[in-house]
Nanobody, 123 residues
Framework: VQLVESGGGSVQVGGSLRLSCATS????????MGWFRQPPGKEREPVAS????????YYVDSVVGRFTVSRDKAENTVYLQMDNLKTEDTGTYYC??????????????????WGQGTQVTVS
């Protein structure tokens, strides 16, 4: 299973970025695709997720109203649109998934496969 992230970069406070996570169709269908981030010097934390079958989405409180997770079925790609970025959003962002059903989207231990990470810096 391969997850390929892209879209990170440096942006000013209040700016926007869109992250992408591309995978194969076999991986993409009827699964949970999660986004996590790891701020400098801190542990990895959940950000958002989408269950690709019915597009159920979940967000951590700190990003509600600013981040939007979506999917493109034709492209087997999940996106994380990040608006009104804050300095505390700085970190390495990862997408993740599993072949098994994920019961707790915000629990990193439930995800089997991880992307390589993409850096987001907000200053």
């Amino acid at each position: 299973v391969q997850l390929v992230e892209s879209g990170g970069g440096s942006v000013q406070v209040g700016g926007s970025l869109r992250l992408s996570c591309a995978t194969s169709r076999a991986t993409y269908e009827n699964t949970c695709m999660g986004w996590f981030r790891q701020p400098p010097g801190k542990e990895r934390e959940p950000v958002a997720s989408i269950y690709t079958g019915k597009s159920y989405t979940y967000y951590v409180d700190s990003v509600v109203g600013r981040f939007t997770v979506s999917r493109d079925k034709a492209e087997n790609t999940v996106y994380l649109q990040m608006d009104n970025l804050k300095t505390e959003d700085t970190g390495t962002y990862y997408c993740a998934t599993s072949r098994r059903y994920i019961f707790n989207w915000n629990r990193a231990s439930e995800y089997e496969y991880w992307g390589q990470g993409t850096q987001v810096t907000v200053s």
